[in-house]
């Protein structure tokens, strides 16, 4: 129930940093309840998967990344980019998650931790449990080939 709160808790302030007042109608539309469960799309790459939901004016993303998987490994030949592209506002669930950002900053991510990560970076499992991480901001176009 904790983390089902925080993460509300995350929801509600991610929508609240990402439109004025003036474009939002995220709180004058009618309710809604979504689940994971049956996500509105699911994206799969090498020891990893996205799900999405798109909710109000919101699309919230659940990433499941299995020990051994490394953005630059799994996702940059999809995208073929030099590093991740997608800024993150996420809560991490469980495993651990290691990210460097392009500047050198370096960061462990743990369960129960939040992180905000402007784009350009790579990042990696730590140890031998999958990251589970649900993220606020940078999955709408989060592992998506490019057309050549």
Not at 110 to 139: N, T
Request: proline share 5%.
């Amino acid at each position: 129930m904790k983390t089902f709160i925080i993460v509300a808790a995350l929801a509600v302030t991610a929508a609240l940093m990402s439109h004025t007042e003036v474009e939002n109608n995220f709180y004058k539309g009618k309710a809604e309840l979504k689940d994971f469960a049956q996500p509105d799309e699911v994206r799969e790459f090498p020891k990893g998967k996205v799900e999405l939901i798109k909710i109000g004016n919101a699309t919230i993303g659940r990433a499941t990344f299995q020990p051994g998987w490394k953005w630059s490994e799994s996702v940059q030949p999809l995208v073929k980019t030099k590093s991740c592209e997608a800024p993150h506002f996420q809560y991490h669930v469980s495993g651990v998650l290691m990210v460097k950002m392009d500047d050198g900053t370096v960061l462990e991510c743990k369960p129960g931790q939040v992180s905000l990560l402007p784009m350009g970076h790579d990042a990696w499992v730590v140890g031998d449990e999958p990251a589970v991480v649900v993220d606020f901001q940078g999955m709408i176009d989060y592992a998506k080939g490019k057309k050549n």
